[in-house]
């Protein structure tokens, strides 16, 4: 059923825009950091980055970091749960946590049986798993104080990626013979999924809007199936190629906002999907290196792409539509009035969905001239919020527009 709801809104000295249209280009910009980075992460508008050795922290958009520490081995990856908590997995020192964003370290490995850590993640329920080399999946339940093995299932123990759904699905990408398994009982079990075997799985990820996972995965001449993206539709069970064949992609999460679908490739920089991987377009203006984009962020309505040669900032920003926890489904379409109005220079708009279906907010001037996209992408039925920015706007009077199709 299609939708249609208009209000107003008042601008005053408006500062900055955070949502840009769909089809508007993202271009890059370098930051200072231009040696190697192997991993970042983004927590509460704070970046952390290692170059595989050190730890580094920018609280100011990539414009300057401080450095906190260096590792007693190499660093595969950055995990941040909260605003405090920081995990970082070793290539051989397991897993060292710091619970004071960063300010001081200590091991975290009590429980675990290998000492190869790599790609953290935390579920829905604050629980937190963390993948390794050959040992398979642990969980912890505490902050990382005590691990217990979560691989009951698993036929191969080389993880590759790990991903947790909203609905509480685990998803791990396995090396050797490939493939994605899948748990629905915090890791207490595993099975196989219907991605074929022998595509090799190097990054997971789930969008929060509609709960469709996407694969990134690596390019392999001797294999029958294509490679590039895959998504499933269905909680992991079911697997569509769905773009970027014949293209290696990286180990950078796909990262979802209302701009598109981001994902970064191994040699070609970064692509963008805004139809939910139907189509998929090079955003690499600025990027003056492609030759690995190892990872991606957001911070402070910033994307910022991780490479071989430094890391980039995109000088647009982007946002991310905020979903609200709740039981049951709306059982009507709103559109709330946004709230401060006036605004100076930031204002909230909230809504809700009552069926699944394809979403647009636009807001417009008085004129009827389209000055952003908030949201462009499809949406279960859910209540969400999101945040409109307005740089170099006059003072005066808005509309937006919510419209589901």
Not at 176 to 190: E, Q
Not at 280 to 291: A, H, K, P
Request: net charge positive; glycine share 10%; with cysteine.
């Amino acid at each position: 059923m299609k939708h249609l709801l208009s209000l107003f809104l008042f601008s005053l000295l408006a500062l900055q825009i955070v949502a840009q249209p769909a089809s508007a280009q993202i271009s890059w910009q370098p930051t200072v950091i231009t040696i190697p980075s192997v991993s970042a992460s983004a927590s509460d508008g704070t970046l952390y980055y290692t170059n595989g050795f050190s730890i580094f922290r920018s609280s100011n958009n990539g414009a300057s970091w401080d450095s906190l520490a260096t590792m007693p081995s190499g660093v595969s990856a950055i995990s941040t749960k909260g605003t405090a908590t920081v995990f970082v997995c070793t290539n051989s020192s397991g897993v060292i946590r710091s619970t004071n964003r960063g300010a001081t370290w200590a091991p975290a490995n009590s429980g675990l049986t290998t000492n190869s850590a790599r790609f953290g993640v935390v579920s829905p329920w604050g629980d937190i798993f963390i993948g390794s080399e050959s040992a398979g999946v642990f969980r912890s339940t505490n902050n990382g104080d005590l691990w217990t093995s979560a691989s009951s299932g698993l036929t191969e123990f080389n993880t590759g990626a790990l991903t947790a759904s909203p609905t509480g699905t685990l998803l791990v990408g396995v090396k050797g013979t490939n493939g994605i398994f899948r748990s629905t009982n915090n890791g207490a079990s595993w099975s196989l999924t219907a991605m074929p075997r022998n595509v090799r799985v190097y990054c997971l990820a789930v969008n929060p809007a509609n709960n469709h996972v996407y694969a990134g995965t690596k390019y392999d001449v001797n294999a029958p199936f294509p490679n590039g993206v895959y998504r499933s539709t269905d909680d992991g069970l079911n697997w569509t190629q769905v773009g970027l064949a014949g293209k290696s992609i990286s180990t950078a999460l796909p990262t979802f906002t209302s701009s598109g679908i981001f994902i970064g490739t191994d040699t070609i920089g970064v692509f963008r999907s805004t139809n939910n991987g139907a189509t998929w377009d090079s955003v690499n203006t600025g990027l003056t290196d492609r030759r690995t984009v190892v990872s991606l962020a957001i911070a402070n309505g910033y994307l910022f792409a991780s490479t071989f040669g430094g890391i980039f900032r995109s000088i647009q920003t982007v946002t991310s539509v905020v979903e609200h926890a709740g039981n049951a489904a709306p059982k009507q379409f709103a559109l709330s009035q946004n709230y401060p109005n006036p605004f100076n220079p930031t204002t909230e708009i909230r809504f809700q969905i009552s069926e699944v279906g394809h979403v647009t907010l636009k807001v417009y001037d008085v004129l009827g001239r389209e000055i952003a996209t908030l949201v462009n992408e499809e949406l279960k039925a859910r209540s969400y919020q999101t945040t409109f920015k307005a740089q170099g706007l006059a003072s005066g009077m808005y509309f937006y527009r919510l419209q589901t199709a």
